[in-house]
């Protein structure tokens, strides 16, 4: 029996495992998944936790649920790549040999990596939400919060969903605003780009909503460290910015296991070819969602379109056949901004996002870089979407892996 | 996008002033394009920033980070700073041709 090793069962990892059992030959190829966690987030959930829009049960389901029959599942930390052997350490120093490597660990958030971060302030005046612990938390300190300075930060990019912290502050300026205390919430956000949209046509059409929602600004930010005794921010070029309540997004890497095994860049993520999904390194190693350094979104619609082609190229490698140069980046993400309303882009790695109508032309439903009540309730669908389809491998229903430029105003 | 002269070449840029051809760059255009943003002489440091950052866009498809110029591109990101005041990735970027660091919005 030859085998296909997936590592990690997050987004990326459980839909290879559902796409491939039902197209590989099992007389010949066996499935295995190793992830150390029993329990599966979905984190795009984690956004809504601080606003009591979610709560745990909405995000938080039994990894095994997802794994089909047939493929094997191992709950342990891994230990090491020894892709030279073609073999997997786990923490109790069992060996698994593979034919096929697929990479799909992902990316989490670093706060070791600021200074002073988890000083005294962490968790007290100091939260991220991009962790189950993190959301959670700043619900509970929201819940009685009187209101004072509240920063929302990024480190540095790449983030995985980098549209998370807009849409943090659109929240954030709706929740107080309906709690009746925005007039004493003064929010700001601070960001190491040159603006908060960076793209020009989302630019010239989104550029006035920070105003309008009267949410500042303090762009070229790179964060040098916390002064949490003093409560504040400073750059590495001696900004500083005060907070009452800072709201983070730290660094975002690859995890441990990618940097023990001399596999990663200097962020942990695995150098790998942008169209095949095949690391640089070795051929029996493809990578998958947000463990790759490939210039596309870290986002779950992402690895879903990357998963289709990842499963033809993986069957085309065992095949000896050419593998396909196919994936095109394409991103499609849900920007929530409020007031029941949200955004909808649709991009890849030549075409920006652009205004018009998605996924099919004049009639949508969904309009692109556009405010509409009917993107939020594609985002609030979006939680169905992911547990019932998404993860399981079946195709979004009108939805293809490739961008298309239909319905698009490209000029 | 507009056509701009910049040291005696025609080059396409757009809104913000970044040349939207990568292939329409030469070394007269990027001492045009660092006087556009305060920097009045490109030292051996200055083009080494900018050689790097080239060199990865070419093989990576994307701009470095800076913690990637410091740690695979040697330069120490206070040096950094020094050479490429306020916000040293954009304004090196500008000088080097490419399109600034961004998101995906
Ligand atoms: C706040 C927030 C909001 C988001 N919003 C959206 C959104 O609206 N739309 C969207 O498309 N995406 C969104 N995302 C991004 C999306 O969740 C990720 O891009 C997606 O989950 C990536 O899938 P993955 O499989 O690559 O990584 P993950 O799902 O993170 O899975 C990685 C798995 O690998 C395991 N693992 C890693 N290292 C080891 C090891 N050494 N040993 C054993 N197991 C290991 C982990 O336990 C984990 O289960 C959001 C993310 C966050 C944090």
């Known amino acids: ?411 | 996008m507009t056509e701009k002269m910049l040291a005696d070449f025609t080059v396409n840029v757009n809104e913000e002033g970044y040349l939207t051809d990568p292939s329409q760059w030469n070394k007269e255009i990027a001492v045009a394009l660092a006087k556009e943003v305060g920097i009045e002489e490109l030292t051996e440091a200055h083009w080494k920033v900018i050689e790097f950052l080239q060199k990865e866009v070419k093989e990576n498809g994307k701009l470095p980070t800076i913690r990637r110029i410091n740690k695979v591109g040697g330069i120490p990101t206070k040096e950094l700073y020094q050479l490429f005041p306020d916000g040293p990735l954009a304004k090196a970027a500008k000088i080097a041709g490419l399109s600034k660091p961004a998101s995906c919005i």
């Open chain 1, 1 to 411: 029996m030859k085998k296909i090793l997936i590592l990690g069962a997050g987004t990326a990892g459980t839909m290879m495992a559902n796409h491939l059992n039902k197209k590989i030959d099992k007389k010949e190829w066996s499935i295995t998944v190793i992830d150390q966690y029993k329990n599966h987030y979905y984190q795009p959930g984690f956004l809504f936790i601080p606003f009591g829009i979610y709560s745990e049960k909405d995000v938080i389901k039994e990894k095994k649920k997802f794994i089909p029959k047939g493929v094997e599942f191992i709950q342990s930390a891994i230990e090491i790549i020894e892709a030279d052997k073609n073999q997997v350490k786990l923490e109790n120093n069992s060996v698994i040999k593979y034919d096929v490597l697929i990479i799909a660990t992902g990316s989490k958030i670093v706060p070791q990596e600021i200074e002073g971060l988890l000083d005294d302030g962490w968790r007290k005046n100091i939260f991220d939400f991009y962790t189950i612990e993190g959301s959670t938390a700043l619900r509970d300190k929201f819940k009685d919060w009187k209101g004072g300075k509240l920063v929302v930060h990024l480190a540095e990019m790449p983030i995985k969903c980098p549209v998370a912290p807009l849409e943090f502050l659109f929240l954030s300026d709706w929740f107080f605003t309906k709690k009746g205390i925005r007039k004493n919430v003064d929010i700001t956000y601070v960001t190491p780009l040159g603006s908060a949209f960076t793209k020009p046509r989302a630019a010239s059409v989104l550029g006035h909503m920070l105003d309008d929602k009267n949410i500042k600004i303090v762009p070229n930010f790179n964060i040098s460290h916390v002064d949490s005794k003093n409560n504040k921010i400073v750059s590495l070029d001696d900004k500083e910015v005060e907070y009452d309540l800072l709201v983070t997004i730290p660094t975002n890497m690859g995890d441990e296991v990618i940097e023990r095994s001399g596999l990663g860049d200097e962020l942990n993520f695995v150098p790998t070819d942008k169209h095949t999904l095949q690391s640089k390194e070795y051929e029996n190693i493809f990578v998958i969602g947000d463990a790759t350094d490939i210039p596309a979104s870290k986002a779950g619609s992402v690895a879903h379109f990357e998963g289709e082609i990842l499963t033809d190229n993986i069957l085309n490698f065992i095949n000896n056949k050419p593998l396909e140069k196919k994936f095109d980046g394409h991103a499609n993400c849900y920007i929530e901004s409020g007031y029941n309303k949200a955004f909808l882009i649709d991009f890849n790695y030549d075409v920006e996002p652009v205004e018009g109508t998605f996924p099919l032309p004049v009639v949508g439903p969904f309009s692109l870089l556009k405010e509409t009540r009917i993107n939020h309730l594609g985002k609030m669908a979006f939680k169905h979407i992911y547990w019932n389809l998404l993860l399981k491998g079946i195709p979004i229903p009108g939805i293809p892996p490739h961008m298309t430029t239909k319905g698009k105003k490209l000029n």
